[in-house]
C-alpha cells in the first residue's frame, strides 16, 4: 500500500520529533526542604488528614449528606504544589476537592460547614463537598462532572494570557478524568495558544472502582500531551519534596510563556472513592503497604525526627494544634444555621450592573 | 438550442444577490469551468463558472445590478451549431439598478397594506403589515436599513470597543470572517488576540469561554451554529449556568453563546433544529432570540454587558433580512421584555425569531378577512415576559402561539400552562400552539415544507379559535 512505503522501511526506526524537554536535575534524589518547610509541609498535610478524617465520621453520623469524596493519602500532592505557586496563581480541580481548599488556605470552618449544608459554608450550603469556590484565594472549584474542569482551568489560563498577567493555573484532575475527551481538547488549545497551566494529574490508581490498567490503553499518562508536543513527567506524588520540585519545574515553564506541562501524580488514595466505597476491588494488603511504606505524612515525620528538628514532644504539639483547629472546623459546622428559606430563590441570576 | 446562465446560489438560504461583475463580453467563447462572472451577497463573494462550452451570445443582466433572484437567467451561451445573433433572451433586459429591496418588516415612512391593498394581494408572500415602533427606542430617532448579519457584526465592535475584557472566539470567526460572516471586519479592527479562531472543538472551547468568564473576561463564544453546541451542553448547563448558584453567588459567568439557531434551509435533521426550549428549561440562563436587525443589535448589546450566561439565538433565515436600526451611538434594549410588534383586538399571536416571519404574513391574510390581530414577539424566552403576554390575553381573549421548534415541551406549551394558570376567565376559546411537527427534520423541499410551520396553519388556527 502506498501509505505504508512512505512511511519507510520496517524496523527503521522513525524521526524523533523534536519534543521539548525542559532542564532536569540530575537522579540524586529531591530537592530536600529547610526545616521551616518542611513543618510547615507536615501541618499542611496533617491539617487535610485530620479534616478529611472528622468528615468521614461526621458522613457516618449523618451531618453530612449526598457524596463525600475523602483525600486522605493524597496529601502531598496538593501541599507540594501549593510551594511550587506563587500568590494569584489560580488552582481548580474536581470533586476530591477539600484538600485543594485547605491547601489554598481557605478557612477550614467554611469548608466543613459547607459539607454540613449550613449558612456559614463557603457556598452558603448550596454547594455542598463538590462544589466551593474562593476568589480570595484564588481556588475555582470544586466541579462535580468528571473532565468538566480541565477545559474551566484552560480558560482561567487563556485569561492569564489576555491579561498578561504572568499567572499560572494549577488544573488538577484524577486518572479517570485523564480518558474525558474535552481533556484533550483542551490540550490541543493550551499547546496551540502557549497557555500557562500545569495540569496536574493526581493518578491514584482507580478511577472509582476501575483501576488505570482496565481503562486506559496508555498507562503512562504523562505521555498523554506527547502528540499535542506537551512536556510531561511522572512524579512520585507520595513525597511532598519531589512534587515541590517537579512543580517548581512546571510552574516556571509555564510563567516562562512556554506553554501547558503535565505532572502525574502517583498517588493513592487509602480510603474508598466516595464514602460509599468499600473498595473490595483492590486487596487489603494493597492499602496497607501503601500506607506503611509510602505514607507522605509519616515520611516527613520521620525526617524531621531523623534530623533532630523536633522532638516527638513538638511534633505531638503540632498534632493537638491540628485536631483543636479540626475540632473547632467540626463545631462551627454543627452549630452555624440551616440557610434561610429566601436563599432558595437567591444567586440564581446576578443583578444587572448599572 | 441556446444555453442559458442562471444566477446561481452560494448557500441554501440565498434567495437574491448582486451581480458584481462580468469577466466576458457578447462574443467570447468560454469553455466549461471558465470563471465568467462574480456574484456578491452581504455574506460573501463568489465567482460564476461556466457550465457549459459556447459562445457569450447575450448579457442578460448587466454587472452591478443588485437583487437578482437565484435561477434568474443572467446570460445566454450559443452553442457551436448555433449563430450568435439568433440568440435572443425573452426577458426584458435588466440595467444595472438598484432595485427596492423588499422588506420583511414595514418600518417607518412605509405604506400600510390598507393604503395599497392592491399591491398586498399581488405580492401576498410580502408582509405588508404596518408594525409598531418599539417604545424602548426614543422617539424622533433615525433609523438606517441593516441586515440582521450586519446589526450582529456592530453589536459585538462595539462593545468591543467600550471593554477591553470582550473578545470572540469560535470557529472561523477570524480570518474566515464567520462561517455565516456575522463577524466580518473583527479582526481587521480588533486583531487575533481578541477575535480568536478555534480548532472544531465546541465542549473544548464552550469549557475555556466559561473559566476565562469565571476568570472576569467577557467572552462570546460563537457557535457555528446551535445544533453543534450539544456537544458542549455539559459546559453551558452544569459549568456556565449553575455556578453562581453553587457558589452561593460568590463566581460570576459573564459570557455569551451565539450563533444561528433553529431550521435552515434543506440542510437535514441534524442541521436544522431550534434549540429554544432547550436552554429555556434552565435556571442561571438567560435566552435571548430576537427576530429584527434592531432587536439583534439592541439585545446582543445588552447580552455582552450582563453579568450572567447569555444564550443569544439567532437565524440564519434572518440574517440577510433587512430592517430599519435606530441610529443611536449605543442602542441597547431591555433583557426580559416582550415587545407587542401590532396591537390588535380579536386574538393575540405569541411568537419569536423566525416564527414572526409566519405570523406576519398570516396576518396581512387575516386583515383583510376582518380579524384584528395583536403580534407579540417575545425577544427574550428566559425570563419569559408573561405580564404582555397575560395582558393580551386579557384585551383579546384568544391565544395562539407560534414557533419552529417542536410542540413537546415548547415554548407554547410552556406560555399556554402559565396563560391557562393566571387568566383562565379571560379565555374564551383553547390556546392553540403553531409549531413543527413531531418529526426529525426531512431533507425533501416538499417534506421539509410540511414539516415547518406555515403561515397558512397560523391562519387556520387563528381562525379556529375565533370560531372562523
Not at chain 1, 484524577?174 to 474535552?182: E, K, Y
Not at chain 2, 431591555?334 to 415587545?339: C, E, H, L, S, T
Request: net charge negative; proline share 5%; charged share 25%.
Amino acid at each position: 500500500m502506498a501509505s505504508k512505503a512512505s512511511s519507510g522501511k520496517a524496523g527503521k526506526p522513525a524521526p524523533k520529533q523534536a519534543q521539548k524537554k525542559p532542564a532536569r536535575k540530575s537522579d540524586s534524589g529531591p530537592e530536600p526542604l529547610s526545616k521551616d518547610e518542611e513543618l510547615q509541609a507536615y501541618r499542611d498535610m496533617l491539617l487535610i488528614r485530620r479534616f478529611e478524617e472528622k468528615a468521614g465520621q461526621m458522613y457516618g453520623m449523618g451531618l453530612i449528606g449526598g457524596f463525600c469524596h475523602l483525600y486522605i493519602g493524597q496529601e502531598a500532592v496538593v501541599v507540594g504544589m501549593q510551594g511550587a505557586i506563587k500568590e494569584g496563581d489560580q488552582v481548580i480541580t474536581g470533586y476530591r476537592d477539600h484538600g485543594h481548599m485547605l491547601a489554598t488556605g481557605m478557612d477550614p470552618k467554611g469548608v466543613m460547614a459547607e459539607l454540613t449544608g449550613r449558612s456559614g459554608g463557603y457556598s452558603k450550603g448550596k454547594g455542598g463537598s463538590m462544589h466551593m469556590f474562593s476568589i480570595e484565594k484564588a481556588f475555582y472549584g470544586g466541579h462535580g462532572i468528571v473532565g468538566a474542569q480541565v477545559p474551566l482551568g484552560t480558560g482561567l489560563a487563556f485569561a492569564n494570557k489576555y491579561r498578561e498577567n504572568g499567572q499560572v493555573c494549577l488544573t488538577y484532575f484524577g486518572d479517570g478524568a485523564a480518558n474525558q475527551g474535552q481533556v484533550y481538547e483542551s490540550f490541543n488549545m493550551a499547546e496551540l495558544w502557549q497557555l500557562p497551566v500545569v495540569y496536574v494529574i493526581e493518578n491514584n490508581q482507580y478511577a472509582m472502582g476501575t483501576s488505570v490498567a482496565r481503562a486506559s490503553a496508555q498507562t503512562n499518562l504523562a505521555k498523554r500531551g506527547v502528540s499535542f508536543n506537551i512536556p510531561g513527567e511522572q512524579v512520585d506524588g507520595m513525597d511532598v519534596r519531589a512534587v515541590r520540585e517537579a512543580g517548581k519545574r512546571a510552574v516556571e515553564w509555564c510563567r516562562a510563556g512556554k506553554g501547558p506541562y503535565i505532572l502525574e501524580m502517583m498517588t493513592y488514595r487509602y480510603r474508598g472513592h466516595s464514602m460509599s466505597d468499600p473498595a473490595k476491588y483492590r486487596a487489603k494488603e494493597e492499602v496497607n503497604k501503601m500506607r506503611a511504606e509510602h505514607d507522605p505524612i509519616e515520611q516527613v515525620r520521620l525526617r524531621l525526627m531523623e534530623a533532630k528538628s523536633l522532638s516527638e514532644d513538638d511534633l505531638k504539639q503540632i498534632d493537638k494544634e491540628i485536631k483543636a483547629i479540626v475540632n473547632e472546623a467540626a463545631e462551627f459546622a454543627q452549630s452555624s444555621e440551616e440557610p434561610d428559606a429566601s436563599e432558595l430563590w437567591t444567586d440564581v441570576l446576578a443583578e444587572v450592573e448599572a | 438550442m441556446s444555453i442559458k446562465v442562471l444566477m446561481p446560489a452560494l448557500s441554501p438560504t440565498m434567495e437574491e444577490g448582486t451581480l458584481a461583475k462580468w469577466h466576458v463580453k457578447v462574443g467570447d467563447k468560454v469553455e466549461a469551468g471558465d470563471v465568467i462572472a462574480e456574484i456578491e451577497t452581504d455574506k460573501a463573494t463568489m465567482e460564476v463558472e461556466a457550465a457549459d462550452e459556447g459562445t457569450v451570445a447575450e448579457i442578460v443582466v448587466d454587472e452591478g445590478t443588485e437583487n437578482v433572484k437565484v435561477n434568474e437567467v443572467i446570460a445566454l451561451l450559443a452553442g457551436d451549431d448555433e449563430d450568435v445573433s439568433d440568440v435572443k433572451s425573452e426577458a426584458p433586459k435588466q440595467k444595472a439598478e438598484k432595485k427596492e429591496a423588499p422588506k420583511t418588516e414595514a418600518g417607518q415612512g412605509e405604506k400600510t397594506s390598507r393604503e395599497s391593498g392592491e399591491k398586498a394581494k399581488k405580492e401576498a408572500s410580502e408582509p405588508k403589515v404596518e408594525v409598531k415602533s418599539d417604545p424602548d427606542v426614543p422617539e424622533g430617532t433615525e433609523y438606517v436599513s441593516q441586515t440582521v448579519r450586519e446589526a450582529l457584526r456592530d453589536a459585538m465592535a462595539e462593545e468591543m470597543r467600550r471593554d477591553e475584557r470582550v473578545f470572540v472566539m469560535g470557529e472561523e470567526v477570524a480570518q474566515y470572517e464567520g462561517a455565516y460572516k456575522v463577524t466580518q471586519g473583527l479582526l481587521a479592527e480588533f486583531g487575533d488576540k481578541r477575535v480568536v479562531d478555534t480548532p472544531i472543538t465546541e465542549h473544548g472551547f464552550a469549557g475555556l469561554g466559561v473559566g476565562a468568564a469565571m476568570a472576569g473576561l467577557r467572552p462570546i463564544v460563537e457557535f457555528m451554529t446551535f445544533n453543534f453546541a450539544m456537544q458542549a451542553m455539559d459546559q453551558i448547563i452544569n459549568s456556565a449556568a449553575k455556578t453562581r448558584y453553587m457558589s452561593g453567588g460568590q463566581m460570576s459567568c459573564p459570557i455569551v453563546f451565539r450563533g444561528p439557531n433553529g431550521p435552515a434551509a434543506r440542510v437535514a435533521a441534524q442541521h436544522s433544529q431550534d434549540y429554544s426550549s432547550w436552554y429555556a428549561h434552565i435556571p442561571g440562563l438567560i435566552v435571548i432570540a430576537p427576530y429584527s436587525a434592531a432587536d439583534a443589535k439592541g439585545l446582543l448589546k445588552a447580552a455582552i454587558r450582563d453579568p450572567n450566561p447569555v444564550v443569544f439565538l439567532e437565524n440564519e433565515v434572518l440574517y440577510g433580512k433587512s430592517f430599519d436600526v435606530p441610529k443611536l451611538d449605543d442602542h441597547v434594549l431591555p433583557i426580559g421584555k416582550a415587545r407587542v410588534m401590532k396591537e390588535g383586538a380579536d386574538v393575540t399571536l405569541v411568537s419569536h425569531s423566525h416564527g414572526i416571519t409566519y405570523c406576519l404574513e398570516a396576518m396581512a391574510q387575516l386583515e383583510e378577512e376582518g380579524l384584528d390581530v395583536e403580534l407579540i414577539d417575545l425577544r427574550t424566552l428566559r425570563p419569559l415576559d408573561m405580564d404582555t403576554v397575560i395582558a393580551s390575553v386579557k384585551k383579546t381573549n384568544r391565544l395562539v402561539t407560534v414557533e419552529e421548534t417542536w410542540p413537546v415541551c415548547g415554548i407554547g406549551a410552556e406560555i399556554a400552562a402559565e396563560v391557562q394558570a393566571q387568566a383562565f376567565d379571560y379565555l374564551d376559546a383553547p390556546i392553540l400552539r403553531v409549531a413543527q411537527k413531531n418529526v426529525p427534520m426531512p431533507y425533501a423541499a416538499n417534506l421539509e415544507k410540511l414539516a415547518l410551520p406555515s403561515a397558512e396553519e397560523v391562519v387556520e388556527a387563528v381562525k379556529a379559535v375565533c370560531y372562523r
